[in-house]
């Protein structure tokens, strides 16, 4: 189920990760003869299952990490929770669901690791969620100490603020808002994240510098530190495998690397791989 070139293809990262680093969004895909893809998803992965992020993971050095529920396997969580299943204690999700999930399914979720549900706002992926649909999911995970996670355009973010200020419980913004890193550190997209981030509900992950720039990512660092320096203890990391629907193949060893360039500091790279997932997630 793993190339055989797989690991060969990629490089070793300089950077040594702390003990327990994680890796807080990646996914897994099928395979899809196992766990068919959405009848209605916008676009079709390459299979990439757990057995192959597992074993990239310890190539890296990661001791742990969330998977992320994609679009293109919809509300049927079965792969996601499969990888859950597989290892408990290294292993958290966050899941995709609907108001039709029953409080029992909710329960299932939780026992199984889960500890978010994640709504799509790009356009590419659907655009805006049913607002009413959100509405009544989020009521239904906000006293489980869940949290929620939305994925932006960042022409968007300033549009949905006013929605995600008045959220009643966590929420974690993903890769950086998608602000084009060529706008650099002044543009109103990331000024706008910024000052969502005085919020104590808001995290924000410093992933996805291979969907904002390009090798060798000298434009995200800068916007990835922005973000660290505004909230250093509500922020995460992750190397979004096996970035789907990316502008280019990324090296994960090289997206390792940029670390010690965001978070340059040994305490301040210790709270973005180990303590603040910890906390979130519950490891």
């Not at 390459?46 to 994609?70: C, T, W």
């Not at 966050?94 to 029953?102: C, E, H, K, L, Q």
């Not at 009521?139 to 949905?160: M, N, P, S, Y």
Request: charged share 30%; glycine share 6%; aromatic share 8%.
């Amino acid at each position: 189920m793993i190339p055989a070139d797989f690991l060969s293809k990629r490089r070793k990262p300089s950077f040594t990760l702390p003990p327990l680093a994680t890796d807080a969004h990646c996914h897994v895909f099928g395979p899809g003869d196992v766990f068919p893809y959405s009848p209605t998803r916008k676009y079709t992965p390459e299979d990439a299952p757990k057995e192959m992020l597992r074993a990239l993971h310890d190539y890296l050095g990661i001791s742990r990490a969330v998977i992320v529920q994609a679009s293109c396997h919809g509300k049927d969580n079965a792969a996601m929770m499969d990888c859950l299943h597989s290892d408990p204690a290294r292993y958290r999700g966050v899941a995709i669901v609907d108001d039709t999930f029953t409080d029992k399914q909710f329960d299932e979720l939780h026992a199984g690791g889960v500890r978010g549900v994640r709504f799509n706002f790009v356009k590419h992926l659907g655009g805006m969620p049913d607002m009413n649909v959100f509405d009544r999911v989020i009521d239904r995970v906000k006293d489980r100490g869940w949290h929620v996670v939305l994925h932006l355009d960042a022409k968007d973010i300033d549009e949905l603020s006013t929605i995600i200020r008045k959220l009643p419980l966590t929420f974690v913004i993903d890769h950086m808002g998608r602000v084009p890193g060529v706008d650099g550190v002044e543009q109103k997209p990331l000024q706008t994240l910024l000052e969502l981030a005085k919020s104590e509900k808001c995290w924000i992950k410093v992933t996805g510098s291979e969907r904002i720039d390009f090798p060798p990512y000298d434009k995200a660092i800068p916007i990835a530190r922005k973000i660290l320096e505004a909230m250093p203890d509500r922020v995460l990391w992750g190397t979004d495998f096996p970035h789907p629907n990316s502008t280019h193949e990324a090296d994960e060893g090289e997206l390792v690397d940029l670390v010690p360039h965001i978070a340059v500091s040994a305490d301040l790279q210790r709270k973005l791989l180990v303590d603040n997932p910890a906390k979130l997630y519950d490891f």
